[in-house]
């Protein structure tokens, strides 16, 4: 597996850091998760096959993960240098269909018109789906928005999680025991009263609960100095730390 980061940013506008975004190529498929501002061009840029990717998985429905969804939806139906007829499934919490239809009210409604068949999916908390023969994709729900969720992928073998935007859950950390690679938020540099975003310490405690191997973290409101920040997140988990940004790649072997 190998992961590329898209966006390590948020919604604030960045010269370095786009919104979310990050693309997984397996074995035997490939899924980009979540598509914030910038994304869709970070898929040419970063040379990513996107032509060909079989799932789209969504989030949550906060501007910064889905700022481009109608954008790469019409980059499937007009910007296409490849055949193809292998449909691409959309998977995301309830209410992803009436985000879409409000994006076909707003763009058109040819909006999912496309060479191959797009499929959209709905998921809660506990379900998976099939992503390829040796893949399979599975949600966990997390604590910011009633529809949000949390993604763990299998490969091979391997597996890989996400958090999407969460605050702090012993029980998320649970879904995410044992991953190779957990990709969390790690939006503030100290806890927020009332916010419902992980601060340093809290992706730190999460991912040392998960007992997970390596820690990547991404979707910064502050200006990251790198070498403090794997200081301050190596003081509760004592795995291998990475610093997301924009155009990184981690291999999971």
């Excluded at 009332?194 to 340093?200: T, Y």
Aim: glycine fraction near 8%.
């Amino acid at each position: 597996m190998r992961l590329t980061i898209l966006g390590s940013g948020t919604v604030v506008p960045s010269a370095t850091r786009k919104s979310s975004g990050y693309f997984l190529e397996l074995a035997d498929t490939s899924v980009m998760l979540d598509c914030g501002a910038g994304s869709v061009h970070s898929l040419a840029q970063y040379d990513l096959p996107w032509q060909r990717m079989s799932h789209l998985f969504v989030s949550h429905f906060h501007a910064d993960h889905i700022g481009e969804l109608a954008s790469v939806l019409t980059a499937f139906r007009v910007g296409m240098s490849v055949e193809r007829s292998e449909p691409l499934l959309m998977v995301g919490p309830n209410g992803l269909d009436r985000v879409i239809e409000g994006l076909k009210v707003a763009f058109g409604k040819k909006l999912l018109e496309s060479r191959f068949p797009i499929n959209i999916q709905m998921l809660e908390a506990g379900q998976a789906v099939e992503l390829g023969r040796e893949s399979k994709l599975m949600v966990a729900k997390t604590p910011h928005t009633p529809e949000s969720l949390a993604v763990r992928i299998e490969s091979g073998g391997r597996s890989i999680c996400y958090t999407g935007d969460t605050a702090f859950s012993e029980e998320l950390a649970r879904f995410f025991h044992k991953a190779d690679v957990l990709v969390s938020e790690c939006s503030y540099l100290q806890p927020r009263e009332g916010i419902r975003h992980l601060s340093v310490s809290e992706s730190a405690r999460m991912a040392a609960i998960a007992e997970v191997s390596k820690l990547v973290v991404t979707h910064f409101y502050f200006d990251v100095d790198e070498p403090r920040l794997k200081h301050e997140l190596q003081h509760k988990y004592s795995g291998e730390v990475i610093v997301a940004r924009d155009g990184m790649s981690v291999e999971i072997e």
